[in-house]
């Protein structure tokens, strides 16, 4: 992972200089490690195999790769809306966003340096939030009560 070019390196997110060891290789490296637990564990596994056919797995990748790449490096690679297929897995609850967190948590903590690992966790975090927001307020349900899932409970 060779980092990115001196005139890439002025992204700023939340008044800090994004570091310059991320890049699309790291962001490569997560999005493959984090989908392979994915697809492997007991609860998510057979949620994202029963919508992702085995032969349709490298499109997705590449989409999330351009996903994270945009969020993260400013690329403007992704142009899709990731929250309309979320809403339309009625299984999908708060027991899925916890693991999910979980193993997004325990994939760049594992691959990557600190403060990258943080800057993945804080978007994932957000992200993880916005999306339970609204699935609750698709289902008619009080989002006021959905709360944000913190960091120590990723433990």
């Known amino acids: 992972m060779r980092g990115r070019s001196a ?36 609860l998510l596994g057979p949620v994202f195999n029963g919508i992702i056919a085995a032969e349709d797995w490298p499109v ?13 490096l400013r690329t403007g690679r992704y142009d899709g809306r990731p929250l309309p297929p979320h809403l339309s897995i009625p299984e999908l609850g708060e027991a899925h966003f916890q693991r999910w967190l979980s193993l997004f948590h325990a994939t760049v903590e594992r691959l990557c340096p600190p403060e990258v690992a943080d800057l993945f966790l804080d978007r994932a975090l957000r992200i993880a939030h916005s999306f339970r927001l609204a699935i609750a307020f698709h289902r008619g349900e009080d989002s006021m009560k959905v709360l944000p899932i913190s960091r120590e409970a990723l433990s």
């Open 7 to 42: 005139p890439e390196r002025t992204i700023v997110i939340d008044g800090k200089l994004l570091p310059d060891v991320l890049d699309d290789a790291m962001i490569h490296a997560v999005v493959h490690g984090f989908y392979d637990e994915i697809r492997r564990d007991d």
């Open 60 to 72: 997705h990748l590449a989409k999330m790769c351009d996903f994270w790449s945009a969020t993260l």
